[in-house]
């Protein structure tokens, strides 16, 4: 089921210009990725969990429905975070030249499978 995984997220990163991609337990342990050497999957994935909760929380007591994606702007990029169902956070690291509607659709197009191998 690993390579399953590692297949979504190789197509991903090549379809969407993006630089890596985590997939996240919500425990916050890393089950699959593909992340810049300068990056720690642990940490990556502990982070992911930690934020993509806090998220959840802020919509919620804010009245703001289900949180769907968590979007973070930095000087040279973006990190996406967004929820699988209630079991996985898909998290995507960007360029800050990144075309965010190709990138959207990918990651769309990248938890419609991942919610298919994941049942």
């Given at each position: 089921?690993?390579?399953e995984y590692y297949k979504v997220?190789?197509?991903?990163?090549r379809d969407s210009g993006a630089e890596g991609a985590v997939l996240i337990s919500v425990?916050?342990?890393a089950i699959a990725s593909i992340l810049p050497a300068s990056a720690d999957e642990d940490r990556?994935?502990?982070m992911g969990?930690?934020?993509l909760s806090l998220g959840e929380r802020v919509t919620s007591e804010l009245d703001?429905?289900?949180l769907e994606q968590l979007y973070i702007k930095g000087s040279t990029g973006y990190i996406i975070f967004t929820g699988i169902k209630d079991?996985?956070?898909l998290g995507v690291l960007a360029p800050s030249n990144a075309k965010l509607g190709l990138l959207l659709m990918e990651i769309q197009r990248?938890?419609?499978?991942?919610?298919q191998i994941l049942g």
């Open positions: 089921m690993a390579a997220l190789e197509e991903l990163i425990d916050g342990l990556v994935a502990a969990a930690a934020i703001k429905g289900i079991v996985a956070v990248a938890i419609k499978k991942l919610e």
